[in-house]
């Protein structure tokens, strides 16, 4: 690999939900690029998988488990991170939870707190503890996973999107608190994401509902779902890791408090 593939060499990038789809397939596209990645999540076997691949591209990674809800433990893994690698350079602020489907007025009260324990207070728990790393050091570049749901409001789901327009009011308030320290905070917002586990659960979860917006049969459904998106298609995972990236380099450099949709949202 040479030239702009080392492009984050001498960077560190702390990446939650690191062993999830989303976050490993982002962990291995930063670590292609150089940069150092401490790999945060609460699935120990899956995240030794999971730094084992990051590891592959010839970077230092490392495994921590954090359980994003309990800000003490999130400041004891922050201040491990930055005794191992020294610095952190990049956050992704990925981990999450997508919580059941129902109607608002049937949605169950602890899953509604659960998605919003993980989702937001998590989220706010991950971001001002780097940031204020950040802050000493005067750089950082930070991205917050949001979701086209904190866009649109899809039915049933009113705990998921409610925790994604949080995320996207939390990313450009913390834009505009952390500018003057030359930290940049930026947002994505994947829409539908296939094929996998994630895209089989919404489908067939809606069906189940039995709403006026979806069928009861989950094939109609997906062509239904697919059907709402212009492009006509689902996004890919492999079709994150480039935003990320983008968000945290330098071709971004005049970009903060912005929320960039992934394969077929429109803001």
């Not at 999971?50 to 590891?55: L, R």
């Not at 491990?80 to 602020?93: E, Q, S, Y």
């Not at 706010?124 to 750089?139: E, Y």
């Not at 705990?159 to 500018?179: C, H, N, P, Q, R």
Request: hydrophobic share 45%.
């Amino acid at each position: 690999m040479t030239g702009q593939t080392h492009r984050f060499s001498g960077k560190v990038a702390v990446v939650t939900g690191a062993a999830g789809n989303i976050g490993l397939a982002c962990a291995k596209r930063l670590a292609q690029s150089g940069a150092a990645v401490a790999l945060l999540d609460m699935n120990a076997d899956a995240l030794k998988s999971a730094v084992a691949d990051v590891a592959a591209h010839g970077v230092a990674a490392r495994p921590y488990i954090c359980d994003v809800t309990d800000i003490g433990a999130v400041r004891d893994t922050i201040a491990a991170v930055v005794a191992d690698f020294g610095a952190i350079d990049f956050l992704f602020n990925n981990a999450g939870y997508q919580g059941a489907f129902a109607p608002v007025q049937d949605y169950p009260e602890d899953d509604f707190a659960r998605v919003m324990d993980i989702n937001v207070r998590g989220a706010f728990h991950v971001l001002r503890t780097v940031a204020r790393h950040m802050i000493d050091r005067r750089f950082g570049r930070i991205v917050n996973t949001a979701s086209m749901a904190g866009v649109q409001g899809p039915p049933n789901m009113a705990a998921y999107a409610a925790s994604k327009f949080a995320i996207v009011g939390l990313t450009e308030v913390a834009s505009k608190d952390l500018a003057p320290y030359n930290i940049r905070v930026n947002a994505i917002s994947p829409a539908f994401m296939g094929p996998g586990m994630m895209w089989d659960r919404q489908v067939e979860l809606q069906a189940k509902v039995g709403s006026q917006y979806f069928s009861t049969d989950p094939k109609e459904v997906a062509k239904q779902m697919i059907g709402s998106v212009p492009m006509r298609r689902y996004g890919n995972i492999d079709e994150i890791p480039g935003v990320v990236e983008f968000l945290l380099g330098e071709d971004s450099s005049y970009m903060t408090g912005v929320n960039l949709p992934i394969a077929g949202g429109i803001l």
